[in-house]
């Protein structure tokens, strides 16, 4: 069977300080291996209100494989 419907986006989710489902804010925690991870926060109060974590490892990997590289070499001065 496919994934029809890929990845969900929320757009409001019930807030429990509010006591009412508002839009909320997305904004990312940690980049996994597995995927990245996301905090939800209703916009209205700031609560914490859900998480996801999305299987997306491209940005663990690019960012892994550019911490492997060699830094570059430092010129001293001969002063």
Not at 36 to 60: H, I, L, M, N, P
């Amino acid at each position: 069977m496919s994934d029809s419907f890929g990845e969900l986006e929320a757009a409001s989710l019930f807030c429990p300080r509010c006591k009412q489902a508002n839009p909320v804010r997305k904004a990312l925690l940690l980049v996994l291996p597995d995927g990245k991870k996301y905090d939800y926060a209703c916009s209205v109060c700031g609560t914490q209100v859900g998480g996801k974590t999305d299987s997306d490892s491209s940005e663990f990997h690019r960012i892994a494989s550019a911490s492997r590289k060699a830094p570059p070499a430092s010129r001293q001065s001969g002063s």
